[in-house]
């Protein structure tokens, strides 16, 4: 099992955020780029109402992911999935339209290709029942600003190391929820200047 320390330490706060979704009944969770499992672990076993199927690109994270579930004994924790989120919905995993209650994304966009972002929401905005949200972690620049400086260093050598790379703008996020049927409701500030932001399906 991987064991990233960030995760480890944002867990607890992100879990308090997303506890406020989850609801009081049975929920359907897609985690897009679940790394190593961590987090899933961790909420699944805290929302036990909730079916959990994470996913990720990588061979590694997938095997650490798998590890997590079987440590930790999380029933409602599905089998992870391999996904390509720069690819359409419908390679996906089978999951079907509008069957999903929540779709998260912890600390994916910023080291991932802009075509990355584009298909999560693309995706969000076909997969997730109407009310339903999106719930993404990590650090954002906002209307074309980057604070502090911690971040903008952070920012810059994340494009020395792929150009590609970089905190997302919300300005951006909002535009891309808004062309896939959802809106962003709300921006949560979050230990070590992270953001949770909340996009709701219309």
Avoid at 109 to 125: P, Q, V
Wanted: glycine share 8%; hydrophobic share 45%.
């Amino acid at each position: 099992m991987l064991a990233p320390a960030a995760a480890e330490r944002n867990k607890g706060p992100i879990l308090a955020v997303l506890r406020e979704y989850a609801g009081p009944g049975p929920v359907r969770v897609l985690e897009v780029g679940a790394g190593a499992g961590l987090h899933a672990a961790h909420c699944a076993r805290a929302l036990p109402h909730a079916r959990w199927l994470p996913s990720d690109v990588e061979p590694r994270a997938l095997r650490s992911i798998a590890a997590y579930a079987e440590a930790m004994q999380v029933p409602n924790m599905l089998p992870p999935i391999y996904l390509d989120v720069s690819q359409g919905w419908e390679t996906w995993g089978g999951t079907q339209p509008a069957t999903l209650d929540l779709v998260v994304s912890i600390n994916m966009m910023h080291i991932s290709e802009l075509r990355c972002t584009e298909g999560l929401f693309k995706g969000a905005g076909v997969l997730l029942k109407p009310g339903g949200v999106l719930f993404t972690y990590g650090p954002y620049a906002v209307d074309g600003q980057i604070s502090p400086q911690s971040n903008v260093e952070f920012d810059r050598s994340l494009r020395q190391s792929n150009p590609a790379w970089g905190l997302r703008d919300t300005a951006l996020l909002r535009q891309l929820a808004e062309a896939n049927g959802m809106c962003l409701e709300r921006m949560v500030d979050m230990p070590a200047n992270n953001k949770s932001l909340i996009f709701r399906k219309l």
